[in-house]
């Protein structure tokens, strides 16, 4: 049974950080691409950042340069550090385990909340 488990999310003020954390299990985590996207009510689900196996990462304009997403294949964990949080990044964050072209996997979602 595949499990993608999320946490970190939370309340926070515009300008402060915050590290989302997913721990998956029941796959072959180096085989996966490993993302975070992020939905508003709504709205659809967007990419927020995603990672490669070999550590090649791709993030999306809104958060270039103010985020890193980073992996730790021995223990099947992909993070997302966020910096300067603005209101607008405030969603329900996913962590995505995909294989090209085969399958993916979601997590349950974790909640972030920017305030001003």
């Known amino acids: 049974q595949v499990q993608l488990v999320e946490s970190g999310g939370g309340l926070v003020q515009a300008g402060g950080s915050l590290r989302l954390s997913c721990v998956a299990s029941?796959?072959?985590?180096?085989?996966?691409?490993m993302g975070w996207y992020r939905q508003t009510p709504g709205a659809q689900r967007e990419l927020v950042a995603e990672?490669?196996?070999?550590?090649?990462?791709n993030y999306a304009y809104a958060v270039k340069g103010r985020s890193t997403i980073s992996r730790d294949n021995a223990k099947n964990t992909v993070l997302l550090q966020m910096n300067s949080l603005k209101p607008e990044d405030t969603a329900v964050y996913f962590c995505?385990?995909?294989?090209?072209?085969?399958?993916?996997?979601w997590g349950q979602g974790a909640q972030v909340t920017v305030f001003s």
């Open positions: 995505r385990a995909e294989k090209p072209g085969v399958e993916n996997h």
């Open positions: 029941g796959i072959i985590f180096r085989e996966y691409i």
């Open positions: 990672v490669a196996s070999d550590g090649f990462a």
